[in-house]
């Protein structure tokens, strides 16, 4: 069973930025990609980018584009996401998971981090 480490997050001021780790310990990492979500009080998961394992293919929503970067070092079993440019509306708790194959549910969540963007 594949596990999901997150690490980094924190507090930061508007404009800065953070960078989040997701290191996959267990059986050696397979997925069709690792994504990222948030979730704020109140609010269902959202989607926010994601990376095919293999090809590096990324997706984001338009909301992150141009500030946030995701990437992955193969031989680590590691992704990371890179916030720039932070605003408070990217305040929330972000999770790394991976999504087996194209179409199927995300899943090997890992524990959340608090990323907390002051104005």
């Known amino acids: 069973q594949v596990q999901l480490v997150e690490s980094g997050g924190g507090l930061v001021q508007a404009g800065g930025s953070l960078r989040l780790s997701c290191a996959a310990s267990?059986?050696?990492?397979?997925?069709?990609?690792m994504g990222w979500f948030r979730q704020t009080p109140g609010k269902e998961r959202e989607f926010v980018c994601a990376?095919?394992?293999?090809?590096?293919?990324?997706t984001y929503i338009d909301s992150v584009k141009g500030r946030f970067t995701i990437g992955r070092d193969n031989a680590k079993n590691t992704g990371y996401l890179q916030m720039n440019s932070l605003k408070p509306e990217d305040t929330a708790v972000y999770y790394c998971?991976?999504?087996?194959?194209?179409?199927?549910?995300?899943?090997?969540w890992g524990q959340g981090n608090q990323v907390t963007v002051s104005s």
């Open positions: 998971a991976k999504q087996a194959s194209y179409g199927v549910n995300w899943t090997s």
């Open positions: 267990g059986r050696t990492f397979s997925a069709y990609r």
């Open positions: 990376i095919t394992w293999s090809g590096g293919i990324t």
